[in-house]
């Protein structure tokens, strides 16, 4: 479905943005993929990688709406990734983060609706469940703005969904590199903030995937949860570290114990498939009903059960330490 479109990705030269930059050019042939970030360094750099001549790079930030409305001309597909996403970061800039992550997504709506785009898909995160942290209020808030958008745009117009997942795979600020940065100076242990934290899994290439599957299955509204593994951190420390040495140091500010992507008070909107969950809006669309159990492709869901959970810590899908490393 991408053969042919233009698509602009926000927070494109990040980790996430050079990935979906890299699976789009190796599967697809648009008409042009735009990087929208505000890193000029960054943009530098992917641009000696990724210099095809459907390529364009955008220096703009989410919180200017003037420069999305330019950047989105003749767009067909949007995907959101700029977030400040650093948890202790955002606790003690709290402005900074609601200013880019609420009235950033704002933004990216209202342009979007504006510029005549046909899908958007806005990613976030495990932390937006029942949130602890500023972070994940933020993400929380603008998930409901894409939920909302939907009503916003009306009958034809731009058609909005969510993607949640977990902790990625050696994205950049995630845990693995910092460990093995940790090892390379020398370190024989390393800080674990809990014993008992356990985290959501997945690939920089398995959330790419995700959300291009989540074009294909959208209709509009949705929130998507994939089915991924969960670990124990102190797996993780065995699976890179020979012998497994840590050592205790507290749990951070606004850190969780463990994630929820599906929770339980949402367990009477949630639906399962195969291989995702889909959280349906709790709001009513004035342009259409949509029927959430059957998607754009076909694929059937069912209820959960009331009360049902999906939490990294009660996850049936729990890697070995083996199977981490395989991953990391």
Not at 58 to 79: E, Q, S, T, Y
Not at 133 to 161: C, E, H, I, Q
């Amino acid at each position: 479905m991408m053969n042919g479109k233009s698509i602009l990705i926000t927070g494109g030269s990040g980790s996430f943005g050079r990935k979906y930059v890299e699976t789009i050019l190796a599967r697809f042939k648009p008409a042009r993929l735009i990087v929208y970030s505000r890193d000029e360094l960054k943009q530098f750099e992917m641009q000696q990688t990724f210099n095809d001549d459907c390529m364009r790079y955008f220096i703009g930030d989410v919180r200017d709406l003037a420069r999305l409305k330019l950047a989105m001309r003749g767009v067909d597909f949007v995907i959101h990734a700029a977030a400040l996403k650093q948890v202790p970061a955002a606790e003690y800039n709290p402005i900074e983060c609601i200013k880019t992550n609420i009235n950033g997504a704002e933004n990216v709506i209202t342009a979007s609706i504006e510029m005549g785009v046909q899908k958007v898909v806005a990613l976030s995160t495990d932390k937006a469940a029942n949130p602890i942290n500023l972070y994940g209020a933020t993400k929380l808030a603008s998930d409901k703005l894409f939920v909302a958008a939907n009503n916003m745009a009306g009958r034809g117009g731009a058609k909005f969904a969510v993607a949640r997942y977990g902790n990625v795979v050696g994205s950049r600020g995630s845990v693995v590199p910092f460990y093995r940065k940790l090892i390379e100076q020398g370190a024989t242990s390393l800080p674990v903030t809990h014993e008992d934290m356990t985290r959501f899994w997945i690939t920089l290439q398995q959330g790419v995937d995700f959300v291009l599957d989540s074009f294909e299955r959208m209709q509009g509204g949705e929130l998507f949860v994939p089915k991924i593994p969960s670990i124990r951190i102190v797996d993780l420390v065995k699976s890179i570290l020979p012998g497994g040495a840590y050592h205790v140091i507290g749990i951070r500010p606004g850190e969780k114990l463990h994630e929820v992507m599906c929770p339980h008070d949402d367990s009477h909107l949630t639906l399962e498939f195969e291989n995702h969950f889909v959280i349906k809006p709790s709001i009513r669309f004035h342009r259409e009903e949509i029927d959430y159990v059957t998607n754009a492709i076909g694929e059937t869901g069912k209820q959960v059960p009331f009360g049902f959970e999906y939490s990294s810590d009660k996850n049936p899908v729990l890697l070995t330490p083996e199977e981490i490393g395989s991953m990391s």
